[in-house]
């Protein structure tokens, strides 16, 4: 089979396109971001593909903030290959090929060679309907948290220069009070989402059997997971969805001298790291569970103790995935003997 890569730089409003075929790489055109520029953009590499005689076209896409997915939709319903790459990934594998210069239509070209090389790239497909609501949703309350704590966080400023007062005052009281009503509306909305499906209410009932998930934390982790289920075709191991979200380890070693401090890749979405950790921080607090034994185990081997919160926050991933991959409750006996 001869593949056409295509490689896409999303914006807003447009679409930079470059193609890579037998070791050369060169622009198409640019694009509206839109259905209209969808249909010319399926015109032109149709042809490319057929005076290139392809039969097969696959894009490659960066993610850029939401814009890129009615284009990525557009593609799958074409019956085309579709991926959409780590950026942190591509952007220290583009400086590794020499790429400097940075602008749309060479990232477009660049994007198209980095599919090409890529021997194992994840193909994209769509979440179920239910699932893309529900993740809509819950990027949106991720949206209010931050503009809520954007906003207390001005109000802090203003108290520390004592201008917490007046007009101001009454600007960000009302504006907080919006927003914090708004986001117990989405919450609302999302338990309704769930209560009205249920095979997502089986589902979440059974990831908040697993130590440090609870009720705020459940959903976002059940989107998240059938996603990566997508992405990966049911096959992606516990391993697999730690580096995806990047929660792997990253030893630093050089030789029989260098010994740098370890850390962790921090190459996958940094929301679901974020909730994971604090999943973490509420599960080792209760008592009697497998993630306080593991986590206290960790501690006492002299492990300091951010480290090993961060390792339990990679335990509650571990255990959720599995539960979610195999839809049977938690094994606590099992958990604990593993963790001792």
């Given at each position: 089979?001869?593949?056409?890569?295509v490689g896409?730089?999303?914006?807003k409003?447009?679409?930079?396109?470059g193609?890579?075929?037998?070791?050369?790489?060169?622009?198409?055109?640019?694009?509206?971001?839109?259905?209209k520029?969808?249909?010319?953009?399926?015109?032109?590499?149709?042809?490319?593909?057929?005076?290139l005689d392809?039969n097969?076209?696959?894009?490659?896409?960066e993610?850029?903030?939401g814009y890129e997915?009615?284009?990525?939709?557009?593609?799958y319903?074409k019956?085309?290959?579709?991926?959409?790459?780590?950026?942190?990934?591509?952007?220290?594998w583009?400086?590794?090929m020499?790429?400097?210069?940075?602008?749309?239509r060479?990232d477009?070209?660049?994007?198209?060679?980095y599919?090409?090389?890529a021997?194992?790239?994840a193909?994209?497909?769509?979440?179920?309907?239910?699932i893309?609501?529900l993740q809509a949703?819950i990027d949106?309350?991720?949206?209010?948290?931050d503009?809520?704590?954007k906003?207390?966080n001005?109000?802090?400023?203003?108290?520390?220069?004592?201008?917490y007062?007046?007009?101001?005052?009454?600007?960000?009281?009302?504006?907080i009070?919006?927003?914090?009503?708004?986001l117990e509306?989405?919450?609302?909305?999302?338990?309704?989402?769930?209560?009205q499906?249920?095979?997502?209410?089986?589902?979440?009932k059974?990831?908040?059997?697993?130590?440090?998930?609870?009720?705020?934390?459940?959903p976002?982790?059940?989107?998240?997971?059938h996603?990566?289920?997508?992405?990966?075709?049911?096959?992606?191991?516990?391993?697999?969805?730690?580096a995806?979200v990047?929660l792997?380890?990253?030893?630093?070693e050089?030789?029989?001298?260098v010994r740098?401090?370890?850390s962790i890749?921090?190459?996958?979405?940094?929301?679901?790291?974020?909730?994971l950790?604090?999943c973490?921080v509420?599960?080792t607090?209760?008592?009697?569970t497998?993630?306080t034994?593991?986590?206290?185990?960790?501690v006492?081997a002299?492990?300091?103790?951010?480290?090993?919160?961060v390792?339990?926050a990679?335990?509650?991933?571990?255990w959720?995935?599995?539960?979610?991959k195999?839809?049977?409750p938690?094994?606590?006996?099992?958990?604990?003997?593993?963790s001792?």
């Amino acid at each position: 089979m001869v593949k056409l890569v295509v490689g896409v730089d999303v914006s807003k409003k447009q679409l930079d396109v470059g193609f890579w075929e037998q070791g050369d790489g060169s622009f198409l055109g640019t694009y509206d971001n839109n259905t209209k520029g969808f249909k010319a953009l399926a015109r032109d590499v149709t042809a490319k593909a057929d005076e290139l005689d392809c039969n097969q076209i696959h894009l490659i896409i960066e993610p850029t903030g939401g814009y890129e997915h009615r284009l990525a939709c557009f593609g799958y319903d074409k019956g085309w290959q579709v991926s959409l790459p780590n950026p942190r990934q591509l952007r220290k594998w583009a400086e590794g090929m020499g790429y400097r210069a940075k602008t749309d239509r060479q990232d477009a070209i660049m994007l198209a060679q980095y599919g090409y090389l890529a021997h194992k790239l994840a193909l994209w497909r769509p979440s179920p309907e239910k699932i893309a609501e529900l993740q809509a949703l819950i990027d949106r309350r991720v949206d209010l948290k931050d503009m809520i704590q954007k906003e207390e966080n001005r109000r802090d400023a203003f108290r520390a220069r004592n201008r917490y007062q007046g007009g101001i005052k009454a600007s960000l009281d009302q504006t907080i009070a919006r927003l914090e009503q708004s986001l117990e509306e989405i919450n609302a909305a999302i338990q309704e989402h769930i209560d009205q499906d249920p095979d997502l209410k089986e589902q979440i009932k059974l990831l908040r059997g697993v130590p440090g998930v609870g009720q705020k934390s459940a959903p976002m982790l059940l989107a998240f997971f059938h996603r990566f289920y997508c992405l990966t075709e049911g096959k992606g191991s516990s391993k697999a969805i730690t580096a995806y979200v990047g929660l792997d380890p990253q030893p630093c070693e050089s030789g029989r001298t260098v010994r740098g401090r370890s850390s962790i890749s921090k190459q996958g979405n940094s929301v679901i790291r974020a909730q994971l950790y604090m999943c973490a921080v509420g599960g080792t607090g209760a008592k009697h569970t497998p993630l306080t034994c593991f986590y206290q185990r960790l501690v006492a081997a002299g492990k300091k103790k951010i480290l090993a919160m961060v390792a339990s926050a990679r335990k509650v991933l571990v255990w959720a995935w599995a539960v979610f991959k195999s839809q049977q409750p938690f094994d606590t006996k099992k958990a604990y003997a593993r963790s001792n």
